[in-house]
Each structure stands twice: as C-alpha cells, then as structure tokens.
C-alpha cells in the first residue's frame, strides 16, 4: 500500500494543536534513499497523554506510555508517535534505567544509534539534521551519533544493528564505528537472544550479506560461537573455491529474498569442519555433514528461540540439502516428505549453494530449474503425494484390522508404493495389498 503520504496527517494534526511533529529515524533515511519505507515514526513535542487526545478519534494504543510512545493507525497503517525524549543511564548495556521527556528534537535526535537514523523532517520537507547523516547517506557509511564506545556501552544491540544495516544498505562502517563494535562485541551477551535473533534474521537478508560476514565475522561469531570453526576451515575439494565460511556466506547471499532459505543457508555447512576427512589422494570428504548440521542447528536456533515451525522448516532444509536427485520418482517423494512449500525451497537451497562453489557445478542448476518445473507439473496434474490424496483412508486400513501407529505406516506405505509407480492409486488396488501386508 502507498502510505507515503498518510504521515502529513498526524504532522499537520500535531502542529495544528500547538506542537512540534517530524517523522524520524529510518523512515526518513529509507525515503532519502528511495527505498521503501517499513515503519513509520513520528517524535513530536506532544506529551504522550496528549497525544491521546489530538488523535481520539482515531484507534489508539498506548503502546509504551512509560517510553513515550503510542501507536495510531490510519488506513490499516500503523504509526509510532513518540515524546520527545533522553534515555537516563545504562547500567546494562541493555536498556536505559530511565527517560526523561525533553524538548529539544536535537537532544532527541542524539539519543539515537547513527546519524543516518538521526534525522527528522517536518509535514514541509525540512530536514533537521545535526549530526550530518545526509552526507554519510551519500557516503554510504554507518557512523555512531557521538562516541562509538560510549554509544555500544550502552546498548550493546547497537553492534549487531550497525552490521545489519551495513549488509542490508550495502553500506560500511565508519572506521572508529567498525573498530569499537569489534572490540566491545562481547557485551553482546548482555542482550537477550530473541533481540540478536531478529537482528540475525534482518542482517542474513542483506544483498551485502557476505562482504559484511566476512568483514565482520567475530561480531556474528559472538552470537553463533558454532560457525567459528568454519572461518578459513579449507575443503579440499575441486568443487569449492571458498573455505566453508566464506562458501556459507555467499551462498546465504546467493539465495532469493525467503528467509527460511536464508537461514537454511547460514547453517547448511555448520557440521562440515567436525565432519571433515582428507581421502588417500588428498580430496576432502564431509560424510553426513548434512544430517550432524540439521541437529547442530536445531540446538542453535532453539538457543535463540527462533520458532518451531522456522526450526522444523530449516532443519528438514538442511537435512536434504546434499542429497542427489536423480529420478521423477525422487521428485515425488521429496514433494511428499517436505510439503509443497519446503520442496520449491530445497531447490532453492540446493542452487544457491552451488552458486557460491566453482563454477563448472553451475550447469546443474538448470536441472534443479527442470526439477521444480516437473514438481510444478506433478502438482498442478494431481499427482498422488500426499496421504489426503490417496484413495483410501485411516478407516478403510482400520476397517482391515489394524490399530494404532499400524494404521499411519500401513497409509505411508502405500503410499510410497504409488509414487514409485507399483501401485495404481485405486481403492481396490490399494486395500487387496493392505490385506496382504496385515495379514
Ligand atoms: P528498520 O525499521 O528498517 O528495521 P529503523 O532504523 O527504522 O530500521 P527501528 O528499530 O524501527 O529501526 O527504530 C527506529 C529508530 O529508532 C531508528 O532509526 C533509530 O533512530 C532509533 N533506534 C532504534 N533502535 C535503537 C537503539 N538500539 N539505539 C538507539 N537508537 C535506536
Ligand atoms: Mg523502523
């Protein structure tokens, strides 16, 4: 939806009851760059309960009173509308002990992370802008408003946010910036997982993903400790021109915008160094590295509690990601094992990772595009691969005399047996060979 105007409203309402209103932060460096906007923030003079009052008429929600902030929505749209404000002092690294109201935009300005975050613009177009973050935009760089130090001391998510937005902008980092996120990425661990994990999410889905882990690799090895083993491991293999850490990097950065798969990507390798083994003509070997890599990554992202579903989506990724598919047959089977969704993103998996290998493994990315144009096929012909499409059900195998887990291994073997083509899908067909396996 087109909301790019929507935000004139709350600043032309603010400023009509007597108050100062910008829209600020990332919507405003999104806008100067071209880029679309994810959120709209709006700081304003306004105390919070008036705030309340200016917009009564519209939804409401007092999001974070205690910080300033509520939340109106317009059209469908959400709009963060803060105080003016300070943060108190870290005690933490974490989170500020107290804010205080102010109203000073600039002393609100200078609360927050880089200049190109630092900047207001009124309902006129006017840019506040103290800290010159319009020309670090032009610069490309990710500067600390103030002393780095003191800046990621107290809050230590700071870190992981300036390497995400170096990888989703394609931006640097300022040299000072760089080298005080570096030095203090141990106060890292001050900050709770879930927050370094949505950091993660949005940092794997830059298009700058790979210079940015490579440049930075000890501030993500600060919160994935496991893929350390991977920097500079050397595969040994006429397949890879990367070690495994720079392969795993660019193959996450070689993925489609699906965040699944980019996960997938960040730990399909993961088991690779622990499982390595040099054969007698000097190859490297990773037997099983695609199996030891699902479990390794379910104890990772449960760690940083990423959801089950997302873990149960990447772990089933992983798993597959070396296997060879070699028949219609195997088509099938992975459309049923995997579901639909997963199926199209193995592919994905698997042509990404050959994209960050050597280049004489390119042509078999047109075979993965030929395989997910016959699952295609297989689903839009109605192909039988799933247990709701076979014809017969749980009660025709209980009505047979079976119980318990017998019932579901009795269906999936039947249903194995139609996809590999040595069984019609027939009802009849399928209950004369049921009576014989439970017999
Ligand atoms: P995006 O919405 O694309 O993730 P953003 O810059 O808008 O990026 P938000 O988390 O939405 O990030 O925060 C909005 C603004 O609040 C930022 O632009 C920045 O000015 C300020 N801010 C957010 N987090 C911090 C922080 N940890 N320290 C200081 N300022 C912050
Ligand atoms: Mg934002």
């Known amino acids: ?63 974070g009173l205690k910080h300033g902030t509520v939340t109106a929505v317009r059209s469908g749209v959400p709009f963060e509308i803060t105080t003016f404000r300070v943060d108190g002092s870290y005690s933490d690294s974490r989170r500020p002990d107290s804010v205080r109201f102010t109203s000073s935009l600039e002393e609100d300005l200078a609360r927050r992370d880089f200049t190109i975050n630092a900047m207001a613009m009124d309902v006129r177009g006017e840019l506040y802008d103290p800290f010159g973050g319009r020309n670090d935009l032009q610069a490309r760089l990710i500067r600390a408003v103030g002393e780095p130090e003191r800046r990621f001391g107290e809050d230590a998510l700071r870190i992981l946010r300036a390497v995400r937005f170096a990888s989703v902008l394609g931006f640097s980092i300022e040299k000072q910036t760089a080298a005080a996120a570096l030095e203090l990425r141990g106060l890292l661990d001050n900050i709770s997982r879930e927050r370094c994990r949505d950091e993660l999410s949005k940092m794997i889905m830059g298009t700058d993903f790979a ?98 579903s997302v873990i149960s989506d990447v772990c089933a990724l992983i798993e597959r990601h070396s296997d060879k598919i070699v028949s219609e047959k195997q088509i099938k089977r992975l459309i049923s094992k995997l579901g639909e969704e997963n199926f199209f993103r193995l592919i994905e998996v698997m042509k990404s990772d050959n994209l960050a290998k050597n280049e004489f493994v390119l042509p078999e990315n047109d075979w993965f595009d030929e395989c997910a144009q016959l699952g295609r096929q297989f689903i839009r012909e109605n192909e039988c691969m799933d247990l709701r499409q076979l014809a017969v059900n749980g009660n025709d195998i209980m009505s047979l005399g079976a119980q318990g887990r017998q019932i579901g291994e009795c269906l999936n073997d039947l249903l194995g047996l139609v996809i590999d083509g040595e069984l019609p899908n027939e009802r009849e067909a399928l209950l004369e060979r049921a009576r014989e396996v439970l017999t």
């Open 1 to 63: 939806m087109d909301n790019s105007t929507e935000y004139a409203y709350f600043l032309n309402k603010l400023e009509a009851a007597g108050f100062e209103a910008y829209i600020v932060g990332g919507c405003v460096r999104d806008m100067l760059l071209g880029r679309t906007v994810n959120d709209w923030d709006i700081t304003s003079s306004a105390l919070p309960e008036q705030i309340m009052s200016v917009f009564s008429e519209l939804k409401v929600i007092p999001t």
């Open 211 to 308: 210079e940015t882990a490579l440049e930075y690799r000890e501030i993500i090895a600060q919160i994935i400790p496991e893929l350390r083993e991977s920097f500079d491991f050397e595969q040994h293999s006429r397949y890879h021109r990367y070690n495994v850490y720079e392969h795993t990097v660019r193959a996450v950065a070689a993925a489609p915008q699906d965040v699944t798969v980019r996960t997938a990507m960040l730990f399909h390798d993961i088991c690779k160094p622990q499982m390595f083994r040099l054969d007698e003509n000097g190859s490297g070997h990773f037997k099983g590295h695609a199996g030891a890599g699902a479990k390794a990554t379910e104890t990772i992202m449960r760690r940083l509690r990423w959801d089950n």
